[in-house]
């Protein structure tokens, strides 16, 4: 049973409620009682209140809504950064995007505008082809310039005549050339109906020989007929032009030494008396001298001198004979003998010094 509405008008304001309270709600044809707890959980899962009203329990939550910052902006750590679907740019990669995209919409060679399109789409269903464009491309605006000037209707039933002279008639032909010269031409043998097949149809002109007028006998060859062939008329000119030697500009002489040019014509001549005049590089002249065993000039007394590569044998003959071997290192002796006929005298300290041997005189008898 309903509870009349001013019975309940009249009750005092609930104070300190709890969950367990009982509440009372009336609607035109029905009362329903329940707790404040059953009262609150159907009002926060009521589909009006899940449309318009956030829970606590679905902020930040997966799945749930998203909460704000203290300046009513998402957190970072709530968005998905990237570049795939369902991610969002971050800081000024958003911004570039941004401006890129502005840019682009921007861009009016790469979109057009209605009035454009339209023309565009007109000149598209004109668009045709002439079968004689390659006519219509040698039309310059010169010749449109002439035919602009051309008065209408002249030359209309105009018939050129070759035999009108009379200059003012519109059938008079200007520049007619007085002859038609033939220009340069070929014929095949099938257009000239009486062409000779054979020489036999030929009448030679006087002067001209045939096979018949011709000594056989006279017939030869020539074994050098190579060089024949290359002789000309200039050839012959050169010949029977008598050749004078030209001088050559040298004195008439003998001469030890001469310069002779391509031609083989001698251009000068000279008699040098010195080996460089005749371009000797390898002797020496009769004037050199050299330094004698370590002298200090060319030509000086010889100041020392090396030994021999192999031993020498010095030996005296005659009266007195005797020999030594040496490589010249040192000085050496040589023990002389004498021969029968000479005396031997022993040589005194105070006796000139003269010809001796182991301090003997040498003398003959």
């Given at each position: 049973?309903?509870?009349?509405?001013?019975?309940l008008k009249?009750?005092?304001?609930?104070?300190?409620?709890q969950?367990?309270?009982?509440?009372?709600?009336?609607?035109?044809?029905?009362?329903r009682?329940?707790?404040?707890?059953?009262l609150?959980?159907?009002?926060?899962?009521h589909?009006?209140?899940?449309?318009?009203?956030?829970?606590?329990?679905?902020?930040?939550?997966?799945?749930?809504i998203?909460?704000?910052?203290?300046?009513?902006?998402?957190?970072?750590?709530n968005?998905?950064?990237?570049n795939?679907?369902?991610?969002?740019?971050?800081?000024?990669?958003?911004?570039?995007?941004?401006?890129?995209?502005?840019?682009h919409?921007a861009?009016?060679?790469?979109?057009?505008?209605?009035?454009?399109?339209?023309?565009?789409?007109?000149?598209?269903?004109?668009?045709?082809?002439?079968?004689?464009?390659?006519?219509?491309?040698?039309?310059?605006?010169?010749?449109?310039?002439?035919?602009?000037?051309?008065?209408?209707?002249?030359?209309?039933?105009?018939?050129?005549?070759?035999?009108?002279?009379?200059?003012?008639?519109d059938?008079?032909?200007?520049?007619?050339?007085?002859?038609?010269?033939?220009?340069?031409?070929?014929?095949?043998?099938a257009?000239?109906?009486d062409?000779?097949?054979?020489?036999?149809?030929?009448?030679?002109?006087?002067?001209?020989?045939?096979?018949?007028?011709?000594?056989?006998?006279?017939?030869?060859?020539?074994a050098?007929?190579?060089?024949l062939d290359?002789?000309?008329?200039?050839?012959?000119?050169?010949?029977?032009?008598?050749?004078v030697?030209?001088?050559?500009?040298?004195?008439?002489?003998?001469?030890k030494s001469?310069?002779?040019?391509?031609?083989?014509?001698?251009?000068?001549?000279?008699?040098?008396?010195?080996?460089?005049?005749?371009?000797?590089?390898?002797?020496?002249?009769?004037?050199?001298?050299?330094?004698y065993?370590?002298?200090?000039?060319p030509?000086?007394?010889?100041?020392?001198a090396?030994k021999?590569?192999?031993?020498?044998?010095?030996?005296?003959?005659?009266?007195?004979?005797?020999?030594v071997?040496?490589?010249?290192?040192?000085?050496?002796?040589?023990?002389?003998t004498l021969?029968?006929g000479?005396?031997?005298?022993?040589?005194?300290?105070?006796?000139?010094?003269?010809?001796?041997?182991?301090?003997?005189?040498?003398?003959?008898?």
């Amino acid at each position: 049973m309903s509870i009349p509405y001013k019975k309940l008008k009249n009750l005092p304001e609930a104070q300190n409620l709890q969950d367990s309270d009982i509440t009372i709600i009336e609607d035109l044809d029905t009362t329903r009682k329940g707790t404040l707890r059953q009262l609150v959980q159907y009002l926060k899962w009521h589909n009006d209140i899940n449309t318009y009203y956030a829970h606590q329990e679905n902020i930040g939550v997966a799945n749930g809504i998203a909460p704000l910052d203290e300046n009513t902006k998402l957190p970072a750590g709530n968005l998905l950064f990237g570049n795939e679907a369902g991610t969002v740019f971050e800081g000024s990669a958003g911004k570039e995007l941004e401006d890129s995209v502005n840019v682009h919409k921007a861009d009016n060679s790469r979109h057009i505008s209605n009035e454009e399109r339209t023309e565009w789409n007109d000149t598209s269903s004109k668009k045709h082809v002439h079968n004689n464009k390659g006519t219509l491309d040698k039309l310059t605006q010169t010749m449109l310039d002439k035919l602009a000037d051309v008065a209408e209707g002249a030359q209309v039933n105009v018939q050129a005549d070759w035999n009108v002279s009379d200059t003012s008639s519109d059938a008079y032909i200007k520049n007619k050339p007085a002859a038609f010269p033939p220009s340069s031409h070929t014929h095949v043998t099938a257009q000239i109906p009486d062409m000779p097949t054979k020489l036999s149809q030929f009448t030679n002109d006087a002067g001209y020989l045939t096979s018949a007028d011709i000594d056989s006998g006279q017939n030869h060859t020539h074994a050098n007929k190579g060089v024949l062939d290359t002789i000309t008329q200039e050839s012959v000119d050169k010949w029977n032009t008598s050749y004078v030697h030209p001088n050559s500009g040298v004195t008439a002489g003998t001469y030890k030494s001469v310069t002779v040019n391509a031609q083989g014509h001698v251009t000068n001549g000279t008699n040098p008396t010195t080996l460089s005049g005749y371009g000797i590089t390898d002797a020496a002249a009769k004037s050199h001298t050299h330094n004698y065993a370590g002298s200090d000039t060319p030509g000086g007394a010889a100041a020392s001198a090396a030994k021999l590569s192999a031993n020498r044998t010095i030996s005296l003959t005659g009266d007195v004979s005797g020999s030594v071997s040496t490589n010249l290192s040192g000085n050496v002796s040589i023990a002389a003998t004498l021969s029968g006929g000479v005396l031997k005298e022993a040589i005194s300290k105070t006796e000139p010094s003269g010809l001796s041997l182991n301090n003997y005189w040498l003398q003959e008898y």
